[in-house]
């Protein structure tokens, strides 16, 4: 496993098209990985087969339910301070996002940084303490009208996008740190060490699948909400596969990567 760095250059047209656009992030992301297909369609080359097999098998470009997979983030710090991170099983390639979103005129080793991740992930244990950032798409499984199949539907408020993840803790590894002077009328938020920021509900469009809107678009909303705080570790292996694989839905859209820093 491996975690990625890149700083996008904010002043470029390149960096402001990709941070508008989830979709176009997304593809640029996975072009940094070059034995990663972009289909696993049939193909008469044996060995576009045999990837193509790995990859639907959660092989080095993961993907499977519980498996390592490439996931991605946008952290806006500041207006000019914008990174990129990616957690990936397999080294990515960025001189593309070099060259469209960064400083291509600096020094080779300026355009992002790949640090190995599975020796920090060895030595997760329980009981460590840990600050977290996680961006995540919080959403829940509702039923509209009686004998509908239920439809995930997004947690918009921050009172229910905290208890999103904190329904998430156990099964994911960790234990969001108990705030020492909580608010009794929101304990859902200022019960816990934890603050959900840059809420966001932009979306991106596609084709219309409905025949009668053939050639038409149609917008697809997705509801991102940062979320910043302190955890314990609980479960080091569930944690570990939480890192590596990603937390809730929307993974293709930046959602799902939790990174860890020590407590300062």
């Not at 997304?26 to 008469?44: C, E, K, Q, R």
Request: glycine share 10%; hydrophobic share 35%; net charge positive.
């Amino acid at each position: 496993m491996h975690l990625t760095r890149f700083r996008f250059n904010t002043h470029r047209p390149g960096a402001r098209k990709l941070l508008s656009s989830s979709q176009a992030l997304h593809a640029a992301v996975m072009g940094g990985f070059p034995d990663l297909l972009p289909s696993t369609s049939p193909s008469n080359d044996p060995l576009t087969g045999l990837l193509a097999v790995n990859a639907a098998e959660g092989g080095t470009s993961g993907g499977g339910p519980g498996k390592p997979r490439v996931l991605w983030r946008v952290d806006r710090n500041a207006k000019a301070e914008v990174f990129l991170y990616v957690v990936s099983p397999d080294r990515p390639e960025l001189t593309h996002l070099v060259e469209q979103a960064g400083w291509p005129q600096a020094e080779a080793d300026s355009g992002w940084q790949t640090h190995d991740y599975a020796g920090f992930l060895s030595r997760l244990e329980a009981g460590q303490t840990w600050a977290f950032r996680l961006t995540a798409n919080p959403v829940h499984s509702i039923r509209r009208k009686d004998g509908e199949e239920t439809k995930p539907t997004a947690h918009v408020t921050p009172r229910h996008q905290a208890g999103w993840l904190l329904k998430k803790q156990e099964q994911c590894g960790f234990e969001v740190l108990r705030s020492r002077n909580p608010d009794p009328a929101m304990p859902e938020v200022d019960g816990y060490e934890l603050l959900v920021h840059d809420r966001n509900s932009a979306g991106f469009d596609k084709p219309d699948p409905r025949p009668e809107r053939k050639g038409k678009r149609m917008r697809v909303p997705v509801v991102t909400a940062t979320f910043d705080g302190r955890l314990t570790v609980t479960d080091p292996d569930a944690l570990r596969r939480a890192l590596s694989s990603g937390i809730g839905r929307a993974k293709a859209y930046g959602c799902g990567l939790m990174t860890l820093a020590p407590v300062s």
